[in-house]
Nanobody, 124 residues
Framework: VQLQASGGGLVQAGDSLRLSCEASGATFSRFGMGWFRQAPGKEREFVAA????????YYADSVKGRFFISRDNAKNTVYLQGMSLKPEDTDVYYCAAKTRVLGAPELDYEYDYWGQGTQVTVSS
């Protein structure tokens, strides 16, 4: 599975941004999908996850109510909509795919495939 993340950029605090992650090479609807973020020198942090059919979503406390994850299986794409962005949301954002139905969605080692990352910078 290849994952291609896009949509990052430089925005002002309070702005919104939508990230996309397009999958290829396998049946997209087989996978649970997640978004993580990581700053240089820091550990990778869970942001949000969504089940294979979109029925279940999960969020880190730090983004709950501001970020929203969704997916379109017909387009092989998962989205992360960020609203009311803060400078502390500045990071490289990665999408990931997991094949196991079980397993905590917030744990990065549960994921089998990773995209290349897209930089999000929020200026104050």
């Amino acid at each position: 599975v290849q994952l291609q993340a896009s949509g990052g950029g430089l925005v002002q605090a309070g702005d919104s941004l939508r990230l996309s992650c397009e999958a290829s090479g396998a049946t997209f609807s087989r996978f649970g999908m997640g978004w993580f973020r990581q700053a240089p020198g820091k550990e990778r942090e869970f942001v949000a996850a969504i089940s294979w059919n979109g029925d279940s979503t999960y969020y880190a406390d730090s983004v709950k109510g501001r970020f929203f994850i969704s997916r379109d299986n017909a387009k092989n794409t998962v989205y992360l909509q960020g609203m009311s962005l803060k400078p502390e949301d500045t990071d490289v954002y990665y999408c990931a795919a997991k094949t196991r139905v079980l397993g905590a969605p917030e744990l990065d080692y549960e994921y089998d495939y990773w995209g290349q990352g897209t930089q999000v910078t929020v200026s104050s």
